[in-house]
């Protein structure tokens, strides 16, 4: 009887192993971050003004002023956008817009006004944009990259991203 206790009691343990590994193994990695060393202001001379290679496709949104939140003017959007390679999406501000954007496929280069060198964001990660970030991105592989984006927008406020989209 004792051993049956302790055989139950060790599956149990496993199990719970188990289950608590293909927990972590299931969650979101968040994307690349600038290294340590390289945090500081960057200017972005040169950066990518106008869209290239890219096409997006908004797939639902919520009217957050009508929400509990009661935000006029905002919505929270959900898109899909691919990135052809050597395709660029052109600086621009999230001053007022904080996103979370999955990759889902490829990898992606990041041009941040925190970070002196380029961040790479690769499939399976989730990249965080936030107040006071201006940046700019480019595919420099050979894949297409594809993201899923959720983002707050200000309906009133011109799209200073991609105005031709």
Same mark, same amino acid.
């Given at each position: 009887?004792? *051993?049956?206790?302790?055989?139950?009691?060790?599956? #149990?343990?496993?199990?719970?192993?188990?289950?608590?590994?293909?927990?972590?193994?299931?969650?979101? =990695?968040?994307?690349?971050?600038?290294?340590? +060393?390289?945090?500081?202001?960057?200017?972005?001379?040169?950066?990518? #003004?106008?869209?290239?290679?890219?096409?997006? *496709?908004?797939?639902?949104?919520?009217?957050?002023?009508?929400?509990? $939140?009661?935000?006029?003017?905002?919505?929270?959007?959900?898109?899909?956008?691919?990135?052809?390679?050597? @395709?660029? !999406?052109?600086?621009?501000?999230?001053?007022?817009?904080?996103?979370?954007?999955?990759?889902?496929? @490829?990898?992606?280069?990041?041009?941040?006004?925190?970070?002196?060198?380029?961040? $790479?964001?690769?499939?399976?990660?989730? =990249?965080?944009?936030?107040?006071?970030? *201006?940046? %700019? %991105?480019?595919?420099? @592989?050979?894949?297409? !990259? $594809?993201?899923?984006? =959720?983002?707050?927008?200000? +309906?009133?406020?011109? +799209?200073?991203? *991609?105005?031709?989209?």
């Amino acid at each position: 009887m004792l *051993m049956l206790k302790q055989s139950r009691a060790r599956a #149990t343990r496993s199990i719970l192993v188990a289950s608590l590994l293909s927990l972590a193994v299931a969650a979101p =990695a968040f994307a690349g971050e600038c290294p340590k +060393d390289k945090s500081g202001s960057n200017p972005l001379p040169g950066a990518a #003004t106008a869209p290239v290679g890219v096409t997006e *496709m908004e797939l639902a949104s919520i009217d957050l002023s009508k929400e509990s $939140v009661k935000l006029p003017e905002r919505r929270l959007r959900y898109r899909h956008m691919e990135i052809q390679p050597g @395709g660029i !999406v052109p600086l621009h501000s999230h001053a007022d817009r904080p996103a979370l954007i999955m990759v889902n496929q @490829g990898q992606i280069f990041e041009y941040s006004s925190k970070c002196t060198v380029p961040i $790479v964001h690769k499939a399976g990660e989730i =990249a965080r944009e936030s107040n006071g970030l *201006m940046h %700019w %991105w480019k595919n420099e @592989g050979n894949v297409v !990259v $594809v993201l899923t984006i =959720a983002d707050i927008v200000n +309906d009133k406020k011109p +799209d200073s991203m *991609m105005p031709m989209m």
